[in-house]
């Protein structure tokens, strides 16, 4: 029996040639290419077919893509339908899976080792689920969902269906590098669940879903939203070092700080907080920001000297929260993003595919006696 590591920390579940990431040195990368290349040079939609097919597009690939993307954006009136009987102050998380677990059965698609379909299946996901999230979104404060613009980028049409206006461009651009920082993170356990989901060849509608209900989880997607909660509750920068200290003092953990493999400032969070200025700039200052740097300062001289710095959920609230996003679609938000990365690995799964099945150390009882109802004490 090989030693049990409690959530499999450390065991490998698969290999892989998506991400590479060395928390030592705070280093990511997609497909070999560093998060900070592709933050300044590349956008969402075209690190969406590297981390998918494993190489840059070349100008008519890319084209295509995109096309394909724009013409799937679309969503069927029933998926709408579905999510109108939903309850309104259901979390979006729950409409998202809702309604991505429906789409499968509008598409077909179960031949999952064929490449057209894979192609096909992730072309759908990645367009139709800003659709999903906007016309929830809009559908629960009882307004009508927004058609999706053909004419709009990736980002600036999700923010167009969100507010119906179509957004400044540095707003467009500041949320593409946010979705491209958090398209793919290597085992995490979202993707892991993905995993387990496609080893059983289920399509990649029901991968997805199952990964969105990974992701659901506080400790997972949800902690950029409690991040903003906990700057709320801090309310000035005076109040930052007395806050932290009661907070570490009574055992709790500062949100946004700490990463399971990061033990130095999370590289995408250092790239998130360079376009800040000139959100604020443009967009007018942030408070939360204002705090939100103090809280950096303090809590790095508090805690920096075990490893914990700020991780990529520590900003990503601040920017969401300057575009109007409300805080329960942060992890909404998250999944547009996270959705690339599943799909890849899904991909790569069925081109060598074992069924997950781990086992286990049994540690109940065994031969026991059966007593008739009326027997038992
Ligand atoms: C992300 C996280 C779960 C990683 O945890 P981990 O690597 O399993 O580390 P642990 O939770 O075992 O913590 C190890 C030590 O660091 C401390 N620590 C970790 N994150 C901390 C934080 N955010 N604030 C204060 N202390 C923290 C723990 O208290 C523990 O201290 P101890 O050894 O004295 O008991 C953890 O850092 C955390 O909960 N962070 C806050 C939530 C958050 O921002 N999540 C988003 C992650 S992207």
Not at 175 to 185: G, I, K, M, N, R
Not at 230 to 237: N, V
Not at 305 to 326: A, L, R
């Amino acid at each position: 029996m090989p030693d049990y590591s409690p959530g499999l920390a450390g065991v490998p579940a698969a290999k892989s040639k998506i991400s590479y990431l060395d928390g030592q040195k705070g280093i990511l990368e997609y497909r070999g290419f560093r998060i900070e290349l592709l933050a300044e040079k590349s956008n969402f939609i075209e690190t969406a077919y590297l981390l998918l097919f494993g190489r840059l597009p070349a100008a008519a690939e890319l084209r295509r893509f995109s096309a394909d993307l724009c013409s799937h954006r679309r969503i069927k009136y029933r998926i709408t339908d579905l999510m109108k009987c939903l309850p309104e102050h259901g979390h979006p998380m729950d409409a998202l899976q809702a309604a991505v677990a429906a789409l499968g059965m509008f598409y077909p698609a179960k031949n999952v080792r064929d490449p057209e379909i894979q192609s096909n299946s992730s072309v759908r996901l990645i367009a139709k689920l800003p659709t999903i999230v906007a016309a929830h979104a809009r559908m629960r404060h009882g307004d009508d969902p927004i058609p999706p613009r053909d004419d709009l980028g990736h980002s600036a049409n999700f923010l167009y269906m969100l507010t119906g206006q179509a957004p400044d461009p540095l707003m467009a651009e500041v949320l593409d590098v946010a979705l491209t920082l958090h398209a793919e993170h290597t085992m995490n356990a979202s993707t892991f669940s993905g995993l387990v989901t496609a080893s059983t060849l289920a399509d990649a509608y029901t991968v997805v879903s199952s990964a969105i209900g990974t992701l659901s989880g506080p400790l997972h997607g949800g902690a950029n939203e409690q991040v903003i909660d906990m700057l709320l509750e801090i309310g000035s920068k005076a109040n930052v070092r007395p806050y932290l200290e009661k907070k570490l003092a009574d055992g709790e953990k500062i949100m946004g700080f700490g990463h399971r493999e990061y033990k130095v400032k999370d590289p995408r969070s250092s790239i998130l907080q360079k376009l800040m200025p000139r959100m604020f700039e443009q967009y007018g200052r942030s408070p939360l920001y204002e705090t939100a740097q103090e809280v950096e300062r303090v809590g790095v001289a508090l805690l920096g000297s075990k490893g914990i710095h700020p991780n990529v959920d520590f900003f990503s609230g601040i920017v969401y929260e300057k575009m109007g996003i409300d805080k329960d679609l942060f992890t909404p938000v998250f999944a547009l993003a996270r959705v690339v990365g599943w799909l890849a690995h899904w991909i790569e799964q069925l081109k060598d595919n074992h069924i997950f099945r781990p086992t286990e150390i049994y540690e109940g009882e065994h031969e026991r006696q059966y007593l008739p109802i009326d027997q038992r004490p």
